[in-house]
């Protein structure tokens, strides 16, 4: 979650998204009416520059099922959905309908609606509902930052070997390394970058695209 590129100058960051692929009317209409309705909440999307990265990666990486932890007003899912093959499929799960009620109208007018599936509820108990069978070739999570550890443990499981995860919000505005800082969400983060260098099962970089983009593949 966050508009910018952590350690971007104002200037810097418009240069990058100004040489990435444009952000379309949709999109731009999307983010527009999320700062309207819910303007203590708009830097909950992910930015321009990270939606054009991950419909690329989608694409690149020719994944056919995506789930997504934490859909808010639809950006990334969006952005996810139009990398996918026509049969591609994104389940998003959140726990507010009133969030995702404005995804469910911009899935519409993008024409990525019929791809998508929306599961309401807490996503932890979403995903332990799916059966422990590799279904997935893409995960992205950007939930709640506590239960990033607890996400990663059921998805790896449901991740077929080659498949992605990609995790949001890994510098948590660059308090990972603020000693000081022992908040809960950015202590989650920390534990969730900790477990992933532990963890033989996947391969991993932290791309400081954003707030900090954790990219891990299953080996
Ligand atoms: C940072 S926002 C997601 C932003 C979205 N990816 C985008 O680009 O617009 C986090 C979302 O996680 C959802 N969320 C928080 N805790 C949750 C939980 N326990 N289960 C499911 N969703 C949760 C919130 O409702 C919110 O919509």
């Given at each position: 979650?966050?508009?910018?590129?952590?350690?971007?100058?104002?200037?810097?960051?418009?240069?990058?998204?100004?040489?990435?692929?444009?952000?379309?009317?949709?999109?731009?209409?999307?983010?527009?009416?999320?700062?309207?309705?819910?303007?203590?909440?708009?830097?909950?999307?992910?930015?321009?520059?990270?939606?054009?990265f991950t419909t690329l990666l989608t694409r690149i990486s020719?994944?056919?099922h995506v789930v997504e932890v934490g859909t808010f007003t639809g950006y990334s899912s969006?952005?996810?959905?139009?990398?996918?093959?026509?049969?591609?499929?994104?389940?998003?799960?959140?726990?507010?309908?009133?969030?995702?009620?404005?995804?469910?109208?911009?899935?519409?007018?993008?024409?990525?609606?019929?791809?998508?599936?929306?599961?309401?509820?807490?996503?932890?108990?979403?995903?332990?509902?799916?059966?422990?069978?590799?279904?997935?070739?893409?995960?992205?999570?950007?939930?709640?930052?506590?239960?990033?550890?607890?996400?990663?443990?059921?998805?790896?499981?449901?991740?077929?070997?080659?498949?992605?995860?990609?995790?949001?919000?890994?510098?948590?505005?660059?308090?990972?390394?603020?000693?000081?800082?022992?908040?809960?969400?950015?202590?989650?983060?920390?534990?969730?970058?900790?477990?992933?260098?532990?963890?033989?099962?996947?391969?991993?970089?932290?791309?400081?695209?954003?707030?900090?983009?954790?990219?891990?593949?299953?080996?």
């Open positions: 979650m966050t508009r910018t590129t952590e350690g971007l100058s104002p200037e810097l960051h418009a240069y990058v998204v100004a040489h990435s692929e444009p952000v379309d009317d949709v999109l731009a209409d999307l983010a527009k009416e999320t700062a309207e309705l819910f303007p203590t909440h708009k830097g909950m999307q992910i930015g321009p520059e990270q939606g054009a020719g994944a056919r969006i952005c996810f959905a139009r990398g996918l093959p026509a049969d591609g499929t994104l389940l998003a799960l959140d726990i507010s309908d009133e969030w995702t009620s404005v995804a469910r109208r911009y899935w519409e007018r993008a024409g990525v609606a019929d791809k998508i599936t929306l599961t309401l509820g807490p996503a932890l108990e979403s995903l332990r509902a799916l059966s422990e069978e590799p279904r997935f070739d893409l995960a992205f999570l950007d939930a709640d930052k506590e239960g990033y550890v607890d996400y990663w443990e059921e998805l790896v499981p449901r991740l077929r070997p080659g498949g992605l995860v990609l995790a949001d919000n890994t510098l948590s505005h660059g308090r990972v390394v603020d000693s000081d800082d022992t908040s809960a969400h950015v202590q989650g983060i920390r534990d969730f970058n900790d477990r992933l260098v532990s963890d033989d099962r996947v391969t991993q970089v932290l791309l400081p695209i954003g707030d900090g983009l954790t990219l891990a593949r299953r080996n």
